[in-house]
Each structure stands twice: as structure tokens, then as C-alpha cells.
């Protein structure tokens, strides 16, 4: 693509300028809603590791098991917030409950696309999950727990990059999904790739630039993430329609 063609899009600063703004007398209900979905999620997750035993081998696999199902039907929930901040984004009355609109519009479709990405994200994260049980299990013998260190760095490490390089290539496609309902999971996902084609750099810039934002909420014990998580999903709104506007193929 060349440079003259780029030049067209915005800048990231330009797409947190129009995310603040949309979001303004907004807060309360993105707030709520990202409460809420924490609040949902947060306590199925604990619930599951307070009941399954991972200090076994069956008990590991049936941890895993169940968190896959959950990550999957969180996927209900992705579909539900893309909605949501699309709505802030297009100026439209938004609310709460638009955070469960994933469960109303092909609600099939949001899962499936969930599942291909966690599929890949849990496939990726194979040697972490074994080195975790091994370490788990072997926690009084700390001479072989060293030894793992580093294989578990690097584990984390790929983890990481798989994550990334999803969020970067199938991110669109639930925003996709609230603009083209008539697509199969497998189309809008093709369609996410395709559009980012040319624009993984710009969307990792974007995330690269809330970092300091997201260290910020840590060092505050997550209270400052009450309006960095809401401004961060805004602006990554803004920049699906600031792609979509410009991409003659997916219009």
C-alpha cells in the first residue's frame, strides 16, 4: 500500500481523540458494563479453580476442559461489547444490558469465531499448561523448579506473541460481525485478516501506546483500568471504522 493511500486513515492519536470524546457522558455505562462482565467472568473462573484439583493429572485436564468452554462462551460476551462501543462510537443511546446482545444476534456465529481463537491461543500455550502441572507438583523440590525457569520464560514468551498476532489478524471480526450478520464465522474471520492486511503495524502501535496507561492502572491497584480498559475498547472502535471506511472490499 503506499504512503499516500495510509495517509488517509487516522493517527492513533487521532482515534484516542475521537474515542474520548464519543465517550463522554458514557462512562457510567461502559464502566458498569465492564464491571459487570468482570464480575461474570472473574467468578466462574475462581468457582472452577476452587472446586477442580489441578495437583493431579485428570484434575488438570478437566481444569482446562472447563476453562476452554468458559473462554469460548466469553465469546457471547466480545460480540455483546463490540456492539456496545460501537453504539458510543455511532453517537447511539447505549446501556448496560447491550452487553448481552451477543446472545441475541447469531449468537452461533460469536462462539465459533471465540472457539477458533481460543483453539489456537490453548494449542500455543501447551508447554506452558504441562510446565505449570510439573511445577505445581514439584514446588518441594526447588533444584528442578529453577530448572524449569527458563523453559517456562520462554513458554510465556510465546503465549504472548500467539496473543498478540490474534488480537492483530481476528480482531475485526466481531465488530464485522454487527456490520455483515449474513457471514459465516469462517467469512467474517477470512474478512478480518483481510482487512488487516497493510494495518497490523498501526493497530500494534495502538496497543503499544496504551501501555503506559495500563502500567498506570496497576500501580493505582486497577482503579485508573475503570477508564483505561472502556477508552481502550473505544478506541479500538474507532479504529474498525476507520478501516472499514476506507476498505472498498469489505463495503
Not at 468452554?69 to 446501556?95: D, E, H, M, Q, W
Not at 481463537?117 to 528442578?144: E, G, K, S, V, W
Request: net charge neutral.
Amino acid at each position: 500500500m503506499r504512503q499516500s493511500d495510509m495517509s488517509r486513515f487516522k493517527s492513533s492519536a487521532e482515534l484516542k481523540a475521537s474515542a474520548r470524546e464519543h465517550l463522554l457522558g458514557h462512562y457510567g455505562t461502559v464502566i458498569g458494563a465492564f464491571l459487570l462482565m468482570g464480575l461474570i467472568l472473574g467468578t466462574a473462573t475462581i468457582a472452577v479453580s476452587l472446586v477442580v484439583d489441578l495437583s493431579t493429572i485428570p484434575g488438570t485436564i478437566i481444569y482446562y476442559a472447563i476453562m476452554f468452554l468458559i473462554s469460548v462462551l466469553t465469546g457471547l460476551f466480545t460480540s455483546g461489547n463490540a456492539y456496545l462501543y460501537l453504539k458510543v462510537i455511532c453517537g447511539r443511546p447505549v446501556s448496560v444490558g447491550d452487553l448481552f446482545y451477543g446472545f441475541q444476534l447469531c449468537p452461533d456465529k460469536a462462539i465459533t469465531i471465540q472457539a477458533w481463537i481460543t483453539l489456537i491461543t490453548y494449542i500455543a500455550n501447551l508447554p506452558q499448561i504441562i510446565l505449570n502441572y510439573i511445577m505445581m507438583t514439584n514446588f518441594h523440590r526447588m533444584d528442578q523448579v529453577m530448572n524449569l525457569m527458563l523453559p517456562y520464560a520462554l513458554s510465556l514468551i510465546l503465549s504472548g506473541v500467539v496473543s498478540v498476532m490474534l488480537g492483530l489478524l481476528y480482531e475485526q471480526a466481531f465488530f464485522l460481525l454487527h456490520d455483515f450478520p449474513q457471514y459465516t464465522a469462517k467469512e467474517l474471520l477470512q474478512k478480518s485478516r483481510r482487512l488487516m492486511v497493510h494495518h497490523k503495524g498501526r493497530l500494534f502501535y495502538l496497543y503499544v501506546s496504551f501501555l503506559p496507561l495500563m502500567l498506570l492502572g496497576l500501580l493505582s491497584c486497577g482503579l485508573a483500568l475503570l477508564w483505561v480498559i472502556p477508552y481502550m475498547a473505544a478506541t479500538e472502535a474507532e479504529f474498525f471504522l476507520d478501516l472499514i471506511q476506507h476498505n472498498t472490499e469489505a463495503a
